[in-house]
Nanobody, 123 residues
Framework: QVLLVESGGGLVQAGGSLRLSCAASGRTFSNTAMGWFRQAPGKEREFVAQIDSSGLLTYYEDSVKGRFTISRDNVNNWVALQMNSLKPEDTAVYYC????????????????WGQGTQVTVSS
C-alpha cells in the first residue's frame, strides 16, 4: 500500500516555474516507479513523466521534455516535478502515481494515485 499526497500547485504566469511534490508513505516506496500525470478539463488524463525506483531512469512526454524534470528521494519518500517555462497549455490537475512497471504511460498501469493538485498558467 502506498499513500500519495501532492502539493505545490498554484497560479503562475506563462514562462514561470512551479515545483510539485508528492509525499509517499509505505514501506515499498523505494521499490516503486513513480509517475506524474495531468488532466485538463474535458480531456483524458495524460502521462507527463516517470522515474524508476532507483532514480536513474526517467521518461517524459514529448511536450514537456527540456522543461520539466522529475526527481525522487528514497530516504525521505518523495517525488518531485520541477516545471519551468510553463505554458497555458500546461494548465491541468496534476497527479502523482505509483507502479511496479518501468516505462509505462497508461493510467491503467498505475496502481496508486494521489488526490491531485491544480496548476494554472495564465497567458
Amino acid at each position: 500500500q502506498v499513500l500519495l499526497v501532492e502539493s505545490g500547485g498554484g497560479l503562475v504566469q506563462a514562462g514561470g516555474s512551479l515545483r510539485l511534490s508528492c509525499a509517499a508513505s509505505g514501506r515499498t516506496f523505494s521499490n516503486t516507479a513513480m509517475g506524474w500525470f495531468r488532466q485538463a478539463p474535458g480531456k483524458e488524463r495524460e502521462f507527463v513523466a516517470q522515474i524508476d525506483s532507483s532514480g536513474l531512469l526517467t521518461y517524459y512526454e514529448d511536450s514537456v521534455k527540456g522543461r520539466f524534470t522529475i526527481s525522487r528521494d528514497n530516504v525521505n519518500n518523495w517525488v518531485a516535478l520541477q516545471m519551468n517555462s510553463l505554458k497555458p497549455e500546461d494548465t491541468a490537475v496534476y497527479y502523482c502515481a505509483a507502479t511496479r512497471l518501468i516505462g509505462v504511460r497508461l493510467p491503467s498501469q498505475y496502481t496508486y494515485w494521489g488526490q491531485g493538485t491544480q496548476v494554472t498558467v495564465s497567458s
